[in-house]
């Protein structure tokens, strides 16, 4: 209450879910500030809802959210009549704030704004029974379904299964693609670091008899050294330009595909374990062979091919 969408802005989305007064309590989460829902909410003139903490800081980033009224619209393409009498929007007050739970959208870094609101509220035609179990939740199958039978001999009970099981689920898509990518970042990397070992160590090692000439000029271990890591770091500055931007143009297309899961195409964490990784090779390549080198007679150095 109190705010105004200005003309052709579109009003923010959040996810309602219809819960019974012992949902919370079900699942073992503790609310953070005011109440749980009572068997009175949802009727007419008890019309209640608790938010999450993402939706209270978006909304009431500066502001108590306890005892302001939203209005929740449902928004359906093409002038549909909504399904299993849910309204077309319902206003509420906001009684208490739970803790971020996501409920869709697993691949975003944040979770959605979730509203919860009494079930009295906005009925559905199917709706998910939660029960909490102390022994072998694979047991509580026919009891379920007894209890079910004795309420109404018609209302079907399909689709049994621990949370853990619903949860995975839902996230094997995400599972499959990432351990796919995982596999395959993993041996591009590993191949990413033996070539450029390989590459650098072999332009120094060639460069053997110009390390006897300077050694033979004066020229001191580490001054040969330095020479040899200043030329890798131009060559390594110029390559990881390239790859990081190689790599953040593939991220943003994985991104459009929604196939990043909580996490960014330009993500530092990865980006920077990966630079320094492969700053670690060039650095070892370019040092290793250099100190053979800088070990060597000059004379010796010199005949070598």
């Given at each position: 209450d109190g705010r105004r969408l200005e003309q052709g802005q579109q009003a923010p989305n959040v996810t309602m879910l219809t819960v019974d007064p012992r949902y919370f309590e079900t699942i073992g989460l503790p609310l953070i500030r005011g109440r749980r829902l009572t068997d009175e909410d949802g009727m007419t003139g008890r019309e209640a809802a608790i938010i999450n903490q993402r939706f209270a800081q978006l909304h009431f980033p500066n502001e108590d959210p306890l005892g302001r009224r939203v209005t929740l619209s449902i928004d359906l393409q093409g002038g549909a009549a909504p399904a299993g009498g849910i309204p077309l929007s319902l206003t509420a007050t906001i009684v208490g704030i739970a803790p971020n739970v996501r409920q869709r959208d697993f691949q975003l870094p944040d979770p959605d704004p979730v509203a919860y609101l009494p079930f009295r509220t906005d009925p559905r035609a199917f709706m998910t029974l939660l029960v909490r179990s102390q022994g072998d939740p694979t047991a509580m199958a026919p009891i379920l379904r007894e209890e079910v039978r004795a309420i109404d001999a018609d209302l079907p009970l399909f689709g049994i299964q621990t949370l853990d099981q619903s949860?995975?689920?839902?996230?094997?898509?995400?599972?499959?693609?990432?351990?796919?990518?995982?596999?395959?970042?993993?041996?591009?990397?590993?191949?990413?670091?033996?070539?450029?070992?390989?590459?650098?160590?072999?332009?120094?090692?060639?460069?053997?008899?110009?390390?006897?000439?300077?050694?033979?000029?004066?020229?001191?271990?580490?001054?040969?050294?330095?020479?040899?890591?200043?030329?890798?770091?131009?060559?390594?500055a110029g390559g990881l330009t390239l790859g990081v931007a190689g790599a953040y143009g593939v991220g943003r297309l994985f991104e459009s595909t929604q196939l990043l899961v909580q996490t960014t195409a330009g993500d530092p964490v990865t980006i920077g374990s990966i630079s320094l990784l492969l700053a670690i090779v060039a650095v070892a390549a370019c040092v290793w062979p250099a100190r053979r080198a800088t070990s060597l007679d000059p004379l010796v150095a010199l005949r070598r091919d």
């Open positions: 949860l995975a689920q839902a996230r094997w898509p995400f599972r499959v693609f990432g351990s796919m990518f995982a596999i395959f970042a993993c041996i591009a990397l590993a191949l990413s670091a033996i070539g450029l070992y390989a590459v650098t160590a072999y332009s120094v090692t060639q460069r053997t008899q110009e390390v006897g000439v300077r050694m033979a000029l004066g020229a001191q271990s580490n001054q040969v050294t330095w020479l040899f890591l200043r030329q890798s770091f131009g060559q390594l």
